[in-house]
C-alpha cells in the first residue's frame, strides 16, 4: 500500500471531521495516523491541528456572502415588533435609518 494517495480536489473537512482530529490529536496519535484513519493527508491534519492552537478554532471563515442590510441591533427591535408579520407592518413599527428595508431572511429568522 503506498504512502501517498490521489489528491481529491475541493473536499473541504466537515465539522465532525475537524472535532474528531481534535480530539484523535489530543488523545496522541500521529498526524500520520489520523489522516491514515480518516482517509485525510497528514498536512490537512497538521493544518487542522495547528488552527486549533493558534486560533482556538476549528471551523471555516465565513465567506464574502451578501452584505447584510441590517445588524444585529436592528435585528432584534425587528424581532420584538414582528408580531404582525407581514414586511409593510413591520416597516411602519421600524424607526426610520440609514439602513435600507429589512430583507425577509431576517424575519423567517425569530
Not at 28 to 33: D, E, K, P, V
Request: hydrophobic share 25%; net charge positive.
Amino acid at each position: 500500500m503506498p504512502l501517498r494517495r490521489n489528491r481529491r480536489q475541493y473536499e473541504q473537512l466537515t465539522d465532525f471531521d475537524r472535532g474528531r482530529i481534535i480530539g484523535l490529536r489530543e488523545a496522541g496519535w500521529s498526524n500520520r495516523r489520523i489522516g491514515r484513519h480518516l482517509g485525510q493527508s497528514d498536512m490537512v491534519v497538521a493544518r487542522c491541528w495547528q488552527q486549533w492552537i493558534t486560533e482556538c478554532r476549528v471551523y471555516r471563515r465565513g465567506g464574502s456572502g451578501r452584505p447584510r442590510n441590517t445588524n444585529d441591533r436592528e435585528d432584534r427591535a425587528i424581532r420584538r415588533v414582528s408580531a404582525p408579520t407581514t414586511l409593510a407592518s413591520i416597516q411602519r413599527h421600524l424607526p426610520p435609518s440609514r439602513h435600507p428595508v429589512p430583507s425577509r431572511e431576517t424575519i423567517r429568522r425569530r
